[in-house]
T-cell receptor, first 115, second 113 residues
Framework: DTAVSQTPKYLVTQMGNDKSIKCEQN?????MYWYKQDSKKFLKIMFS???????INETVPNRFSPKSPDKAHLNLHINSLELGDSAVYFCASSLRTSGVSYEQYFGPGTRLTVT | AQSVAQPEDQVNVAEGNPLTVKCTYS??????LFWYVQYPNRGLQFLLK????DNLVKGSYGFEAEFNKSQTSFHLKKPSALVSDSALYFCAVRPDSNYQLIWGAGTKLIIKP
């Protein structure tokens, strides 16, 4: 199936731990994103990569570090997890054509719970 | 500051009635406009977009949206609501050729049988 996939779907961990979330897309897109959706359902862009180059880096604690090994993958590593990091994290991808990125396609989300 | 407003946190509609979910924006230039839907415990799904051309755009699941430049609005509509349309709807705007989308806060649509 063509899609954006994320692993794991659920992640429960203790404060202070380090964890990673992986994202892969097989849509042939060249731009990928990480979003955080809080308990009130607000969506906040965290990072975006275009052709493996970081193009959006919002005000996010430097405990969060994205890594894009290739155009089809964008991983998110989080160090020293805090209670406030609990949220649903969405990966998305889009195709940038003639300087414009069009609609984004989202993964199913990773629900992170920090205890 | 550039922003997107979805003035209603929740919209309640009876099944079979027409529905409207409102979106207004404040961005510079000629923006690109999008609607997404999020079903419970799912990722967001793209519904439709306006880039240029006809102000009325049609999308998935029978939804359509009307772009109104003078009112800077992009309201989502459907002629006859289904219970299965119940979900969270997000409006998003991309200012000109910027990479980043500006998201509305979402509107919960509840369709009652």
């Amino acid at each position: 199936d063509t899609a954006v996939s994320q692993t794991p779907k659920y992640l429960v961990t203790q404060m202070g731990n380090d964890k990673s979330i992986k994202c892969e897309q097989n849509l042939g897109h060249d731009t990928m994103y990480w979003y955080k959706q809080d308990s009130k359902k607000f969506l906040k862009i965290m990072f975006s990569y275009n052709n493996k180059e970081l193009i959006i880096n919002e005000t996010v604690p430097n405990r969060f570090s994205p890594k894009s090994p290739d155009k089809a993958h964008l991983n998110l590593h989080i160090n020293s997890l805090e209670l406030g990091d609990s949220a649903v994290y969405f990966c998305a991808s889009s195709l940038r054509t003639s300087g414009v990125s069009y609609e984004q396609y989202f993964g199913p989300g990773t629900r992170l719970t920090v205890t | 500051a550039q922003s997107v407003a979805q003035p209603e946190d929740q919209v309640n509609v009876a099944e079979g009635n027409p529905l409207t979910v409102k979106c207004t924006y404040s961005v510079s230039g000629n923006p690109y406009l999008f609607w997404y839907v999020q079903y419970p415990n799912r990722g967001l799904q793209f519904l439709l977009k306006y880039i240029t051309g006809d102000n009325l755009v049609k999308g998935s699941y029978g939804f359509e949206a009307e772009f109104n430049k003078s009112q800077t609005s992009f309201h989502l509509k459907k002629p006859s609501a289904l219970v299965s349309d119940s979900a969270l709807y997000f409006c998003a705007v991309r200012p000109d050729s910027n990479y980043q989308l500006i998201w509305g806060a979402g509107t919960k649509l509840i369709i009652k049988p």
